[in-house]
Every structure is written in structure tokens, then in C-alpha cells.
């Protein structure tokens, strides 16, 4: 080995460590804001009720303040907004000025998420069902932290109603650190499985020559597609800009053994990094909006000047799974009852080192060996007295001794002879790298079992189960009533169907299911935990007791039967007993929230206030937004009213009180959950549960119940039904009713909720329950017109009164009185793009096509996620034209909107991509060209339509019968073999691609038609199951085309 030069740079070698400090601090920031409003009072039943959606955009920005969360020391700066989904605004590097986490200068609010609302840039946490999650764009709970180290954090918190479940995440900075840590714990404090989906979503700027740095040799998709990683097809798509082909880009990059990833920007000689442990977070995603003008459009909608961006991802899982991904290894997961799920990340800058080969919390360090020369860079994350060691299977090669303060680099070139493998360690294997890049990568399968039976009863368990994970809970209970019809002795799903039951609140159904799966197994786990939940809701503790007992032997439902227990023994008063068994989950689950409150509750009841205020920190230490550990201080004595109401700033704070006062309930404690209640803010629900608990004169509060406004009350908790029910036998005025049809129809409980809507009658002078009534009558035309007549009486100038209105008509072909009112109520709301594109739609419908091309011209549609309507009504109307204009002989105009057809508006908010099928919109110019005169034109496009190709990426549409009809008019016979030949596979599961073949083969195309129009086929969030949105105007071209060429017209 030839030494040939040591440099080491020292930023702050004179700094003492003793000297810096963290700090965390408040301030307002001025920002530029493009605010968002209009929330919908129609209730939603969906994945995510009782939250509801924002309908309200603008393109119009006004300055206001926006409180911010500023956590400093010498070398990073750290912003956090409680404001906004207490998400991470921002982070920049100090000496530099540079953004390791891209910080937007404007707040501007665009329609992406669950909700509607979100913002781009930052850190986004997601908890629960799919990304986005419902508080993302809305105030939280906070709270600031010091420790005695110099250390200084914000936690930012909140409940996930729809789970029961609560989040909360750590935002800690250390004084002598230039990496900040997240520590996000995540808790299902209910008594049921929910679904689980954990990632954390980071964003960077996208521009220059950004490299992605992500170990691994494979990637999958949403649907659990593989694909190569980095190098795909010949391209180096680790490359930021050689993606520019394609759509949108997910890629999740596994198959290495890894706990680091980030990117690199050669240029500035900047980067961003992540470190998580494996077992933490496996899930490694990069998301790139796309090159095209499908991303590029949202450029200048998610900022105003900090140009596009990317999102560095890591998650619990290896993928985002959507549904498709069932049908892979890659499925979804669940989170158990009363489990705590918690995970240490740390996020950090990379300044000068030209990349990353491994990283920890004592540095970012990259290796690159060309030939005999080995270059070494070491960033210091901490300061460092270690060492460095250079190594090959046979000796050590190198030894030096390291002092580096925080974010100094090291640099090395050595000269190593041979081709030999080498390892280079810092320290006490503080950072190690390995160049034999094999030894990460994993045999994991990735590929699906072939011979699993997914029609057999256990096929048919974990499709029902897979929909039960994603809170698909009517399709899973309709998939495991088919697993019990196949196999009526399967005791997996006779657990899981009782348990489907017990979401419904039939419980005398769950116990019956129970005990068909005890009376084989008596001490299967699941089963004797659903036996004990169906004995505890009707009132048999015993039993209850018995099944969680015997539940408890079994290692996955310990830490919940243990602490259902603990509540059964203390709502009895057996306070000793119950603490005994807070003891026994904690040994189990340390970190289990749930037994901690509890035993916090149980310990003060018992005056061990000692050991009590122990247990309070523990629990404060794991999450400072803990509500039961405030009031439980309250109740102590040691914080104020104000105090506790002061740490409640959530958007919807009336629901962390009733969620604490109910927990409160079913421990027995009804005196402290009417406490907890009486500092509510305002709600129907709070004022019903305060009259159940006998708080002052009954008859008064459910009087006050019923004067409150209905509006933004969307009833979701079986507690509240049980209320409801007993006052409705004492008063059944229509808004109880009306609460309870909610309730129940959230838990798949039509009937019910039908009934109840039935028994108001048109008494309620309340327009969303008249539209909540169209959406639960599908079926009912006579029902649904009666309500949308009423509703027009209550308020004809609202516009979703309006839109109903209009939808009305259009279902019933009313369509000339659906474009007179479409057309006034868009004079009243011409921003609201929905009434717009209906607007569209009824032109088309019309055959006013020319006036349907006009308004599309010059209507503005702000974009919205996976939106592609507004494109889809242009193209449609444009073809239409052409269409016509061919028919009338017209061939110039036939032209003219043919090539218009082809054309991206970018004010109908959806930017072109890669790879557009113009195959429809060639075969018209073809055809014009032809009748015109102009062959030579004619065979150009013609040429066109036969060379096409659909990417694999892209799923091959109905538009194929074009090029199989062109490729037959030019006899090109071996290109029809071969197109069919690379079809065949998807031939059985693409119903356009059969329905294409049959017509071009003039079989029996019309049964497959029929199948398409009938199949109302839906794409839930991430899904990549295909719709071919065009399906129907292609059919109907299909047949207009071939009577002009078989007529010669």
C-alpha cells in the first residue's frame, strides 16, 4: 500500500463541545397562503368517516401568519408546523444555507389527500389506512421538551378516529448533532384489529443532477410489480433525470439488508440522508412526480418558487400495497389490539462527501475505488475521538487515528493493489462498509405461489382478510361468508367472521361464531379473545373473563386479553386484581400505552400517588400529547383546567375529550369521564353523553341536544349508539334518529340505517341529511327524488343541493333542464370544477359539441391527484367533432379536431405524459386524410397506428382494434401474430383487450361488451387495477368507422 495524501478539513475544531446547545422555540412566519375551506356537511361513509372532505381551492394567495415550532443548534435548523399536521416544514444544513428537507416558501393548500387539503415539501407522517392521512393539513396537539443532556424536541400528536388508534411523533434535536431523530409511536388503544400503515414521507428538491442512493438490486410497485433497480432496460434510474419516460414513478427499492438511503446532488456537492435500523423500517420508497408534464404541472401548483420536488420515503412495510397487492408476497398488514408500534429515525445532511456507501449516528461515509486508488470521505454526525481502519480478508491495510468535530470532513486516497475486497470500519464497528456488495443482498421471494387456491375456504379467509386490512370491511364480510360456505368448519374464518360481526355490533352473531371455532379448537387464541369481547358487550363477565384468559396463553393476543382483563376486574371495583393485571401486559409490552393508563387511573384510585406520578412519566416519556396523562394530572391536583384545555389544539377537539371520557367510562370511572366532558367544547354527542351520565336536569341537556345544529355531527362510536338507543325509547325526536343512522350505517348496518332515515320523514329542515339520503337509497329512485325535492326546498341556491340536482337529471336523461341548471349554477360557483365538468359532460351528451369545446377552452380546472376527467371530456369532445365533421364530409374540420384531440390543455388541470395512445385520434386523420384525397398523408398516420406500442408500464386498451384493423388493411400478417402472441397472457383478465379481438375477429364482441358496461368497475386509492375510461366512445367509433369503410362513405 503507497500513502499518498491526508486532508482533513476542521470547521469547528476550536468550538467546544461544552459550548453548544439546542433550543426550541415558537415564532410566527409570515407566509404567503392559498388557504382552503368549504368542509362538506354530507356525511361520507367511507374508509376514513366521521372525517370529511374539503371542497374548497384557490389560486388566489394571501399573506397570514403560521405558527411554527423552531428547533436550532450550531448546525441544523429545524422548523415544525402544529398548524399543519405538525408535519416538518423544513430543515436546512446552517454553514451552507442548503436544504436537506426541502422547505416551501408558501403555504398553498392543493387537493391531494384523503380529506382533500395537503401541502407539499417537509416531513409527512401517515398512520393508518393509506397516505395523506386525514390530519395532515389541520392543527394537532404539541408539546415542547427539554432534557438535562441539552437535548430539545416538539412532540406532535393525534388520534386517528376511524382506528381508535393515536399518533404521536418525537421531533428530537441534540446540541453537538447534525441529524435530528424522529421517533414515532403509533398505539391501537381499541380492542379490535385495525388496519396498519406506517410511513414517513420526506421531500427534497428535485432539480440538477440528483442521484438516488438506495442499496438494493430490485424495486416493486404499488400492485407488488418487480422491476430491476438501479439499472432498468438499460437505464440508470437511480438517476433523478433519466427518468423521463413514463408516469409517475413509485418505486420501493428492496432486496438489501440495509438501514440507510438518501441523494446526492454532485453539483452542489450536497445531499440528504436517512438512518432507520432494519427491523425499524425495511420499506425504502422514492417518489418522483414525473418528468412529463403530468408532474411538471404540479410545479407551479404546490409552490410558488421553490421549483418541483422528490419524496424520500421509509416505511414499515416494503411497499404501499394496494389492493392488487394481494395477490403477491407483498400483502397488507394489521395492527393488533392494544399494541404500541414504535420506530427511531434520524434524518441528516450529507456536505461533501460526493455520496454514501453507509451511514449511523456517527457519520455519513463514502467509498469510491477506481483501479488501485481508494478514496475515503468521512462527515462527522457527532463529534468523534475513534479511529479508522482499512481492512482485506487478510490484513489491515490502513490505521488512523480520527478527532472530528461535528460535520468536519475527512478525506483519504490510498492506493490498494489487486482487486481484493476491503472494508473500511470506524471505530468499534461504529461504521462499517463492505465493497462486496453481495453480502446485503437478500433471497427473499418475490414472486407469487402459483399453486395457491385462492378460491379454496383458506383462499377465500385471506382475500377476506387482506380486505379487512384495508378497512374494506362490507367486501370482507361478504368474502368470508363465502370461505364459511365453502368450509363451514374453518376456524380462522369463523373468528374472523365473528369478529366482522362484533364490527357491526351483532353480538349474539360474534358469540355464535365463537364458540362454532371453540367447540373445535377451545383454545385457539383469536376465537377465545372474540368469546371474550361478544360476553363483555352483553354483559356476561364471566365468560368474558374465561375466553380473554385462555386468549391469553397465545403470544399474539396476550398483551390484549391482559389488559381487557384489567378493565373487566376494574370496572367491578377490583382495583388489586385489575393492577395485577396492568403489571402482566407491561411485562409483556413494555410500551403498552393502554395497561399504563390504567394503571395510572388504578393507582390513584388506590392513593399510591408515588408510584403513580412514576407511572405518568413513563407514559409522558413516550408520548408528551398523552390526554389521559393531563388529566390525570388534573385530577391530581398538579395541572389547572386551563392548563389541561391549553394542550388540546387539535381541529376537532371535542373528539379528544370524548375519547378520553369514554375510555374513562369503561374502566367504571364515570365521575372523572363527566369531568373530562364538562371541558369540552360545544357538541351534540358531548352534551348526550354528559345527560347519560346524569349530569344536572336529563331532560335539559338532550333539549340542548336537540336545539344544537346538526351540521359537521357524524355520530362513529358503538358507545354512542348504546346512548342514542336508550334516549330514543324517552324522545324520539328525528335528530337522534338521524345521529343513529349514521352510527349504524358507518357499521354496515343499511337496513338499520335505512330504517331510521325512513322513520324521520321529511321532518328534518336539514339539507345534508337529505343528500346523505340520496347516497343510502341507490336503489330507491321514488325515495331519492323525494329527498332531492326537499332538499331544493330547504336551500335551491347551495351547490351541492345543486349538483345533486343536476346528477338527477342526468341519470333520469333529463339533459336539456340539466345544462339550464348547470349552466346557472355555474355563474353562481364558477370555481368549482365539478359542476364544470358535468357541464361538459351534458354538452357531449347533447351532441353540442362545438359548445362543449368552447367552455373546455376556457374553463379552469385546479388539479387534483390521480384527477384525469377533464383531459378525458376534451379528447372525447374533440374526437366527437372530428367524427362528425367526418360524417358531413367536412375533411379540413375533420382534421382540424383530430389534431386538437391530441392536445393537453393545461387549464383542464392534467399534464401530458410519455407515452399517449393517439391511436383513435391517428385512425380518424388516416381516414380524413384518405377521403380528402391525400393517401400519402393517410398512410403516414396509418404507419403511426401500426408501429404502436404500449409500454409495459401501461395497460394495453380497447384502442388495440384499431391497430389490428390497420394492420389487416396492410396485410401485415407476422405483426398481427406477433401483437396477439404479447396480448395472449393478458388476454383472459383485460376484458377491452377481449372485446377487441372479437370484434376485429367479428366474433361475438357484444356478450363482452355487455360484461364491460355492466361491471361499474372501481380503482381504490393506489389500486392498479385498469378501467379503460375511453372503452365506450371507442366501441361506438368502432362501429361508425366500419360502416364508412365497408360503404365507401
Known sequence: MKYLNVLIVTFSMM????????????ENLNMKTYMFGDPDPVPNINRIYPYFRFDGYTDQGEYRDWKMVVLENDYIKVYVSPEVGGKIWGAIEKSTGKEFMYFNEVVKFRDVAMRGAWTSGGLEYNFGDIGHIPTCATPVDYALKEYPNGSVSCVVGALDLPSRTKWNVEIKLHPDRAYFETIATWENSSEVPVTYYHWMNAAAKADGDLEFIYPGNKRIGHGGELGEWPIDSGRDISRYENNDFGIYKSYHII????????????????GFGHYADYVDKPGKKIWIWGLSDQGMIWEELLTDSNGQYIEYQAGKLFNQAANSSTFTPFKHREFMPHDVDIAKELWFPLKGTKGMVAASEYGVLNVKRKGSSLEIRLSALQPLDTYMEVRTRTRTHFRRDLELSTLDLYAETLNIEGDQEIQVVIGDLLLVYNSDDASAILDRPYEPETAFDWESAYGLYVKGLELEKQRRYTEAHETYLKSFETEATHVPTLSRLGLSYYRMENWEKTLELSKKALAIDTYDGLANYIYGLANTSLGNPADAKSGFSIASQSVGMRTASYTELAKLFMKEGLYVKALEYTHMALTYNAHAISAMELRAILLRKMDHVKEGERVLAKIYEQDATNLTHAFENYFLGTLTQEEVQAKITNELAYESYLEVALQYMAYGAEKEALQILKMSPTHPIVALFMAHLGQGDRKNLLEEVIAMDAEMVFPHRTETAKVLRKFLKKN????????????????GNLEEAKKLFLQCGNEPDFVPFYLAKIKLFPGSAETRLE????AVDLDNKNWRVQLAWIEHYMETDQWKAAKKLTKKALSRYPEKAVLGMRYAK??????????????????????????TEGRTVYHETCVRLAMQSLLAQDYDAAIFYAQKAKLWPKNLGVGKHYDVDERLDNYLLALAYNKKGEPEEAEKYFERIMSHQTPDYLHESSKLYFQLV??????????????????????????????????YKDADHEAVKKAILSSNEKVHAYDTKFVDEEYVLVSELAEAFSKIVATGE
Not at 787 to 790: I, S, T
Open 15 to 26: 468550538h467546544a463541545i461544552y459550548s453548544q446547545k439546542a433550543t426550541v422555540r415558537e
Open 255 to 270: 432486496d438489501s439488508y440495509s438501514d440507510y438511503f438518501g441523494g446526492y446532488w454532485q453539483e452542489d456537492d450536497f
Open 732 to 747: 324520539d325526536h328525528w335528530k337522534f334518529k338521524y345521529y343513529l343512522a349514521l352510527q349504524q350505517w358507518s357499521k
Open 787 to 790: 329527498a332531492l325535492e326537499r
Open 842 to 867: 351534458i354538452l357531449l351528451q347533447l351532441k353540442e359539441y362545438k359548445a362543449g369545446l368552447n367552455f373546455l377552452e376556457t374553463f379552469n380546472v385546479l388539479p387534483f391527484e390521480g384527477a
Open 966 to 999: 390497420v394492420l389487416e388493411k396492410f396485410k401485415r400478417n407476422n405483426q398481427i401474430q406477433e401483437l396477439l402472441q404479447k396480448i395472449s397472457k393478458e388476454l383472459s383478465d383485460n376484458q377491452y383487450l377481449e372485446w377487441a379481438v372479437a370484434r
